[in-house]
């Protein structure tokens, strides 16, 4: 698999792609642009690494800012927000049936694949 081709594939922000799938978990790719919407995976954490740009990740104990090569671990029933002003892509590494909006469905929701 090609990333930089994956991510030249992600034509909408918050859409993301499932690239493979180890022992039941996905590995993801997506394109953030503003600010998602505040959700929680009650049974699941989850893995950001940024691969372009920056991206916040807001939890009620504040900001965690990532740059490109960082990565950061919202463990699972956290609530939280991630946000990019500037754009970012993300690669997600999460258990395969995870929603992206978790347990605050609304227009941001994406269906798996």
């Known amino acids: 698999m090609d990333l ?5 594939g992600l034509t909408a922000a918050w859409r993301p792609r499932t690239l493979a799938t180890v022992n039941g978990h996905a590995l993801r790719v997506v ?15 989850e893995l950001f690494l ?3 740009g920056s991206l916040s990740i807001w939890t009620e104990a504040g900001e965690v800012r990532l740059g490109r090569g ?10 939280h927000r991630p946000s990019s002003a500037e754009g970012a892509d993300v690669l997600l590494f999460e258990p395969e049936f995870t929603v992206n909006t978790g347990d ?4 941001l929701t994406a269906p798996l694949g």
């Open 4 to 8: 930089a081709e994956a991510l030249a």
């Open 31 to 45: 394109r953030a642009m503003g600010e998602f919407s505040w959700h929680s995976h009650p049974e699941a954490d």
């Open 50 to 52: 940024v691969l372009s």
């Open 70 to 79: 960082q990565l950061h671990v919202v463990p699972r029933g956290v609530r």
């Open 104 to 107: 605050s469905p609304g227009p």
